[in-house]
């Protein structure tokens, strides 16, 4: 991690002139949702040194929160505890919080090492390579959601209004966020209503590096918990309703010259404005889609949301502005030049929605990939039939990931078997699971 400016006797000095009384030991778990342990400010500087105890299995902890077997953390290390290292530089009061500040943590074993398959510990060996290459990544990630009725799970207005002005603020927690989001130091720069009744997305400005994946995790979990004090139910579940739109997170990158601050996604000789290194990242990110997938869409839920005419990709494509492709080159000829991976699906993992991206991209500089898959032309590429179709399941996109293995190789083995492990077990438990559509559509008739 990289070394703060600030010790955490600064941190805890300051924090104790703003009167707060307990720090938030957070660790991002496999989900990208916060597990922490909260702790009384006397007692910060002792675990900060130290590290703080906590169950060593809480980052592979599948959705229902169980404990899952053969992952590498749990029987095989006996149940053993992890320790919290805090990043310092991820310090922040938190606004929507009570005399309570943030120190977002990574795990490591009592021996010292890290716990490799923690995603914010996996995209930091990522940005790592890409610097080694010479490149600051610069960031920034699209999330849609729904804001739902705790006590009916149902939106709280109807229609499509995209962009309305009554609707934008038709609900006060929008405004709330509005509020709170940059006094934890999130730089939101629009706002709006979304397609589908009840869904906004809100959007903040690029950061380089881990930064961004932090800001989004900040993000995703303080919408939650301040739609929460509202008595609102904020969620950034997939698909929560079959006949509306579903809702994504894209991801926004470009690659900056180290040394000189040069864009090396732009060249205006060619005729999209491309450089060849960009169309080798999106090469990268064609041959690997359906392994990237299983990070871009992890759930059995997101698979609802690819489908033509809905605004999400539905083939293995890419095409200037082109909303529909998979991946769009937002190609404006200048340093604002960048690429958008529109595959997320609102469950992802910020830190693991950046790490394939950024993986597969990387991939293709290193090996000089050929930029062998066409640019949408002629029309939306979801029309053209030449196109690859994506995977249809989780269970398609596990697959690829096991069988990718320069992609896992990218990604590290600890990491791949504590993953894939854990999502099949959710796979096995869906399956399991007899659901409401076949017990109407079986049960009485026949």
Same mark, same amino acid.
């Given at each position: ?9 600064? @941190?805890? *000095? ?23 342990? @909260? ?84 995209? *930091? ?7 080694? @290459? ?193 991946? *769009? ?99 096995? *438990? ?17």
């Amino acid at each position: 991690m990289a070394k703060s400016t600030k010790t955490i006797a600064d @941190l805890v *000095r300051a924090w104790k002139a703003d009167n707060i009384a307990h720090v938030q030991f957070e660790l991002p778990d496999m989900h990208g949702v916060s597990r922490s342990k @909260l702790v009384p400010i006397s007692h910060v500087e002792s675990y900060a040194a130290k590290g703080l105890n906590m169950y060593g299995g809480t980052v592979v902890l599948d959705t229902a929160s169980s404990v899952v077997g053969n992952t590498l953390y749990n029987e095989e290390v006996n149940y053993a505890d992890q320790y919290l290292k805090p990043d310092l530089n991820t310090a922040i009061i938190v606004p929507w919080l009570d005399r309570t500040a943030r120190l977002i943590c990574e795990g490591y074993w009592e021996d010292g090492a890290p716990q490799k398959a923690a995603p914010r510990w996996v995209l *930091r060996q990522l940005l790592s390579k890409a610097e080694s @290459l010479g490149y600051d990544v610069k960031l920034g990630l699209e999330y849609e959601f729904y804001v739902l009725s705790p006590d009916t799970s149902e939106p709280y207005f109807g229609g499509l209004h995209i962009f309305n002005t009554l609707r934008n603020r038709y609900i006060p927690l929008i405004d709330q966020i509005m509020d709170e989001m940059p006094k934890a130091g999130i730089d939101l720069i629009t706002a709006n209503s979304e397609y589908a009744p009840s869904q906004f997305e809100i959007n903040f400005a690029p950061s380089i590096g881990i930064e961004a994946a932090d800001q989004a995790f900040t993000f995703k979990n303080g919408v939650k918990t301040i739609a929460h004090q509202m008595g609102q139910n904020a969620t950034f579940m997939t698909k929560p309703f079959s006949d509306t739109a579903a809702s994504g997170c894209h991801v926004h990158i470009g690659l900056i010259n180290k040394e000189t601050g040069e864009n090396i996604f732009l060249d205006n000789s060619d005729s999209d404005g491309l450089s060849s290194l960009a169309r080798q990242f999106i090469q990268g990110m064609m041959d690997h889609t359906p392994a990237s997938m299983a990070l871009l869409a992890p759930t059995i839920n997101c698979y609802s949301r690819f489908k033509p005419h809905t605004f999400a990709p539905s083939n293995v494509s890419w095409g200037p502005q082109d909303r529909s492709a998979a991946v *769009r080159a937002k190609n404006s000829r200048d340093d604002n030049t960048h690429l958008e991976n529109r595959l997320g699906a609102g469950l992802a993992n910020p830190y693991l929605a950046i790490a394939a991206v950024l993986a597969t991209g990387l991939l293709g500089i290193e090996k000089g990939m050929e930029a062998k898959t066409p640019k949408a032309e002629s029309g939306p590429a979801e029309e053209n039939p030449n196109y690859k179709k994506l995977p249809a399941t989780i269970e398609v996109s596990l697959e690829a990931l096991e069988k990718d293995t320069v992609f896992a190789d990218m990604l590290g083995e600890e990491f791949v078997k504590a993953y894939t492990t854990m999502r099949w077990n959710e796979v096995t *438990r869906f399956r399991s699971h007899i659901t409401d559509w076949e017990k109407q559509e079986y049960l009485e008739i026949y």
